[in-house]
């Protein structure tokens, strides 16, 4: 695991535990699934960025990436929108997710990219009026179970449209993660890039983690 990933997990780890986020309290995967399928399909997934290292998609990526083309082909979504700038690395995490998932067989017109996203609460605020403003109402995050307990909350108050979640069944990745895509991560490269380590205290990153940095519009 690279250094990217190991500290999205430790940060992400330390706010959901301030947050109070629990699964416990959740739904688990399988039970949001069944339900995923009673009302699918979704107009559109959305799928939270990744960091690149610029060599190999991480496990992190890779499991979310693998579970959009299974929904996609599942006929479960019909669009999936890959949300995230440069934020830890100088690669785009949205164009990155979106060139994988075209290698595995998603059709390109049905990919949509959020690149300005720097924290997960923006991928989904960025991407809910990205969908919003394409027509879809039917709108669900793709994700793993972690991610989707932490942003289960967010998503229920702070939006006019529903947002489902649909965390990936690790059992079910299993069986369909034997893939070795290869992709050419140029065009999703950022010149003079500088790390939001460096340019955004603890504090506002923190902060921006929680969503507190969002200007929200009325709907």
Aim: aromatic fraction near 12%; charge should be positive; hydrophobic fraction near 40%.
């Amino acid at each position: 695991m690279n250094s990217y990933s190991v500290r999205y997990i430790l940060s992400a780890f330390i706010i959901s535990a301030m947050m109070g986020s629990c699964s416990l309290f959740r739904p688990s995967p399988e039970k949001l699934y069944k339900r995923a399928l009673k009302n699918s399909p979704y107009d559109v997934i959305v799928v939270p960025g990744v960091p690149f290292n610029g060599k190999e998609w991480s496990l992190a990526m890779k499991g979310r990436v693998i579970w959009a083309v299974y929904l996609i082909k599942k006929g479960i979504a019909k669009n999936v929108i890959f949300s995230g700038g440069s934020v830890y690395s100088p690669y785009v995490e949205g164009k990155i997710m979106a060139l994988y998932a075209e290698e595995l067989g998603i059709p390109k017109e049905k990919i949509i990219i959020e690149d300005k996203a720097e924290h997960t609460t923006e991928n989904i605020y960025n991407s809910y009026w990205i969908a919003k403003k394409m027509g879809f109402t039917k709108i669900a995050v793709a994700s793993d179970q972690f991610q989707s307990n932490l942003l289960m909350g967010f998503t229920k108050r702070r939006f006019k449209l529903p947002i489902a979640h649909i965390p990936y069944i690790i059992d079910t990745l299993k069986t369909i993660d034997k893939v070795y895509p290869k992709i050419n991560p140029e065009s999703a490269h950022v010149d003079n890039f500088h790390s939001i380590v460096e340019t955004q205290s603890k504090w506002y990153r923190f902060r921006g983690t929680r969503g507190k940095n969002i200007k929200f519009e009325k709907e």
